[in-house]
Nanobody, 126 residues
Framework: QVQLLESGGDSVQAGGSLRPSCEVS????????MAWFRQPSGGAREGVAS???????RYADSVQGRFTISKDNAKNTVYLQMNALKPEDTAMYYCAAGPPLFHPQCLLRMEEYGAWGQGTQVTVSS
């Protein structure tokens, strides 16, 4: 029943910034884990960042210190602020939502999430 719509992907130069967003419809994300995953062309999908309704967040080692996940409860939207972008960040970025649990851990594992968006492409050139 959860529907996710990503937007904001673009092509930028190394060192630049982007802020993709994920609008959640059909259901409030309160009580669910929300996360961003990415998949390079020909590569495996990996977790980037996750956030729980209370605001706690997790980050992959490769992006911590550069990326920040946040949410706007009024807009039912999740964001991924990406700074100091590197060519290695080039990938299709997917928004994901977990099931409604009382105390979700929001681990960066694909099996934790059941709803996925279509993805938004981020390309970083050197």
């Amino acid at each position: 029943q959860v529907q996710l719509l990503e937007s904001g992907g673009d092509s930028v130069q190394a060192g630049g910034s982007l802020r993709p967003s994920c609008e959640v419809s059909r259901f409030k994300y309160t009580g669910r884990c929300m996360a961003w995953f990415r998949q390079p062309s020909g590569g495996a999908r990996e977790g980037v960042a996750s956030i729980v309704s209370s605001g706690g967040a997790r980050y992959a080692d490769s992006v911590q210190g550069r990326f920040t996940i946040s949410k706007d409860n009024a807009k039912n939207t999740v964001y991924l602020q990406m700074n100091a972008l590197k060519p290695e960040d080039t990938a299709m970025y997917y928004c994901a939502a977990g099931p409604p649990l009382f105390h979700p851990q929001c681990l960066l594992r694909m099996e934790e999430y059941g709803a996925w968006g279509q993805g938004t492409q981020v390309t970083v050139s050197s």
